[in-house]
């Protein structure tokens, strides 16, 4: 099989949609940060939101956002959406590190920051580099403050330290899930201690000035806030040849991006297409902006509301006619670690979009095993667009896996598969995609979108 790059004799196409994608990473580190960009696009691209209409038509285009951290965006179709929709799903939190709620405080001349990890990290690799604070701080009067330092080249940045390998002897002989603990994953944010202050804790308190004087915050403040930490930086390309992209949390916002990017440019479908950007897939998609909410079919329901057919029956009948990409990553093979991996049954750097039957783990437990006649239907509008795609599992049988929001929406009674671009390095502070598969992968997200019919 040939390569996506051999596909596109002309790489402009490739290299231009993915300089939108990496200017995406930079705007969106967080979920709602994901959820602002996604909202500003749709609207540039002719999106209203749904409470704005009395009734919907065909090729109407709107979007619905759930408390600033999830986005459902619609294009009506020609046909009732009682014969279905083609959605495509995917997860804009990424694993991070978040400050608890009382934070600050000062030991030995520092000030820190008191954390709780969130989601699968590997501990160690978030020492001695440069991370970045992003956020929201809500305030009691109902204001709310974002932050974001550590982006700008002349922002200040924030790290947790590292023991020097000098010392490092007895460190060194455990365990990498404990060499750093998680309680140890403090952040050092200053050493100046306030002056003309009364206060015992001088360094805490000159924090809490700077605070106060750029933000008007006080300590209490962070009782009601949202901050994560997460690696500073820009999105770079990766390979001398400048094939891949090195960046903070492509899983899952190379999907998002991708399957966002799909629903933007599709229209005049046949059947309704929507798109679903969700949050907390990383720690079990709980809450009420992770999809075991009952957000989305809140949301479906209002607009067979608008259409004018909801009924609790009509809406059960939408949803059992509906196609679904899980659109959410997979591991590319990596020739560093080939042991972990089955190469008949990986997905491979620039072999286009992924698409796994079933995910889970070791006994396929955990998954949503799509059946054979949904995968036939989409082989077929993959190749009837000549969209390069792949298939593939997570690793080796008995050592490991993962999963997906995939087996939720697949208990709403649709025909749902996985579908995403292969990474490296996933979940680590920097992971990495190729640009052939991310276009791509938008190239097949769109086609699943205008053509997927039943």
């Known amino acids: 099989m040939k390569t996506v790059w051999e596909k596109h004799e002309n790489y402009n196409e490739i290299m231009n949609f993915n300089e939108q994608y990496k200017a995406y990473l930079n705007a969106a580190k967080t979920e ?7 909202l500003a696009l749709a609207i540039e691209h002719g999106f209203k939101s749904l409470d704005s209409y009395e009734a919907l038509k065909p090729n109407d285009k709107v979007y619905y956002v759930n408390r600033n951290k999830n986005i459902c965006l619609f294009v009506i179709g020609e046909d009732s959406i009682l014969k279905g929709m083609n959605i495509l799903g995917a997860h804009i939190d990424s694993p991070r590190i978040d400050l608890k709620q009382n934070p600050l405080y000062e030991q030995d001349g520092l000030a820190l920051f008191d954390t709780h990890y969130y989601g699968g990290i590997k501990k160690y690799q978030w020492v001695a580099s440069p991370l970045a604070i992003h956020g929201v701080v809500c305030k009691k009067d109902g204001s709310i403050v974002k932050i974001s330092v550590g982006e700008d080249d002349n922002d200040p940045v924030v790290g947790i330290s590292d023991l020097l390998v000098h010392l490092a002897g007895d460190q060194m002989q455990k365990k990498a899930s404990v060499v750093i603990e998680g309680e140890d994953l403090n952040v050092l944010v200053g050493s100046i201690p306030a002056k003309n202050s009364e206060e015992k804790e001088l360094v805490k308190q000159n924090i809490l000035n700077l605070l106060k004087e750029k933000y008007d915050i006080e300590e209490d403040d962070f009782i ?11 999105a770079r390309d990766y390979g001398l040849d400048r094939s891949m992209i090195m960046s903070y949390g492509q899983d899952d916002r190379v999907c998002a991006y991708t399957s966002l990017r799909a629903i933007l440019d599709v229209e005049n479908v046949k059947r309704t297409a929507c798109c679903i950007l969700v949050d907390k897939e990383e720690v079990g998609s ?80 955990g998954c949503n095993d799509a059946n054979a006649e949904f995968m036939a239907k989409i082989r077929k509008v993959m190749d009837d667009n000549n969209v390069y795609f792949q298939t593939s ?12 929001i995939a087996y939720i929406l697949a208990q709403l009674d649709m025909e749902v598969i996985d579908a995403g671009i292969a990474v490296q390095n996933m979940h680590a502070q920097y992971e990495v995609t190729s640009k052939a598969d991310v276009y791509e992968g938008y190239l097949g997200y769109k086609a699943f979108l205008k053509d997927m019919d039943r």
């Open 224 to 234: 009601s806030a949202e901050l994560e930490i997460v690696p500073a930086g820009k």
């Open 393 to 404: 599992e997570l690793g080796r049988v008995d050592q490991g896996g993962g999963g997906t």
């Open 32 to 38: 709602r940060e994901a959820t602002d960009e996604a």
């Open 286 to 365: 709980i809450g009420n902006t992770g999809m075991h909410s009952r957000s989305f079919e809140n949301i479906v329901s209002k607009v067979l509301d608008k259409l004018g057919v909801y009924s609790p029956l009509n809406l059960n009948e939408c949803f059992r006619n509906s196609y679904m990409l899980s659109s959410d990553v997979t591991v590319a093979f990596d020739p560093n670690y080939p042991s972990v991996s089955e190469p008949k049954n990986s997905a491979y750097f620039g072999k286009g979009l992924c698409f796994a039957k079933y995910t889970g783990s070791r006994g396929k437990s």
